[in-house]
């Protein structure tokens, strides 16, 4: 007998969307900024430059996809072809809004499995700092210690899902400002804003002058390779939207939207 899991199909199928709505373009164009721009991935500066010049046009894209996912319509005999916002409201005004400051920022399903369980209250044990924790951060002093409530919430999470965790956490790439004081960053931001005013300003031997490009053409294809099949993908980056983001003039762009 073979089972199926539908609620892994939903989430994989949710990034399916958010790939093809915009993220493949993202990765596609920072995969371009790398092969034609210098970009240098490895360099904490660069990905610190990354942060402040796109930053806000990403989670920009982020927010707009979540707005249109949550008015999109779920086919289904429980849903009635209503959209999660629709489900939601719907909720809330025949349950009420649910509400409970101690637990501010726990997920509902997890407050429901998981608050006020029958059972012995868990113990931490030696070197079990949780999640992203290493273990010089522990204070060997509370070692023996009794766990607070949410601790011990913390801990159940923790043994619950363990057998999910097929790998080592994904270290985050470092991203910290190259400067040595704030002023001199400061600085390198004025003269960055005003040079990024003037649309005629191109630097040399980066890939944006047009005699610096292949057949005086700049490309509108970049492939990539997403997942783990190893299967090239081609995605197009319109010209007229995304060349002005390699030339780092995102105000001739609009400044966000997913690019279409």
């Known amino acids: 007998m073979h089972f199926r899991s539908t609620r892994n199909t939903q989430i994989e199928r949710l990034w399916v969307e958010v790939g093809t709505q915009f993220a493949r373009r993202w990765r596609a164009f920072f995969t371009r900024l790398g092969r034609l721009h210098h970009l240098d991935r490895k360099n904490p500066g660069h990905l610190w430059l990354l942060h402040r010049l796109f930053l806000p046009a990403l989670n920009k894209d982020c927010q707009e996809f979540q707005e249109e996912w949550n008015l999109h319509p779920i086919s289904g005999r429980m849903t009635s072809n209503q959209s999660p916002a629709d489900i939601r409201f719907l909720g809330q005004t025949t349950e009420g809004v649910y509400r409970d400051d101690p637990l501010d920022g726990l997920h509902p399903d997890v407050i429901s499995r998981y608050y006020g369980v029958a059972g012995p209250r868990l113990r931490r044990s030696r070197h079990r700092t949780g999640a992203g924790a290493s273990e010089e951060d522990e204070d060997e002093d509370e070692t023996d210690s009794e766990p607070t409530p ?92 995304w060349f002005p983001r390699a030339a780092t003039k995102p105000s001739l762009c609009g400044g966000g939207g997913i690019g279409e």
């Open 150 to 241: 949410e601790e011990a919430l913390e801990n159940q999470i923790e043994d619950d899902l363990a057998q999910n965790m097929r790998h080592q956490p994904i270290k985050v790439a470092r991203h910290h400002s190259p400067f040595q004081d704030l002023d001199a960053e400061n600085t390198f931001l004025e003269l960055l804003d005003n040079m990024l005013s003037h649309p005629n300003i191109l630097p040399e031997d980066y890939g944006i002058l047009e005699d610096e490009w292949d057949g005086n053409n700049y490309p509108e294809v970049e492939s990539i390779r997403p997942g783990t099949s190893g299967k090239e993908l081609l995605v197009i980056l319109p010209r007229a939207f």
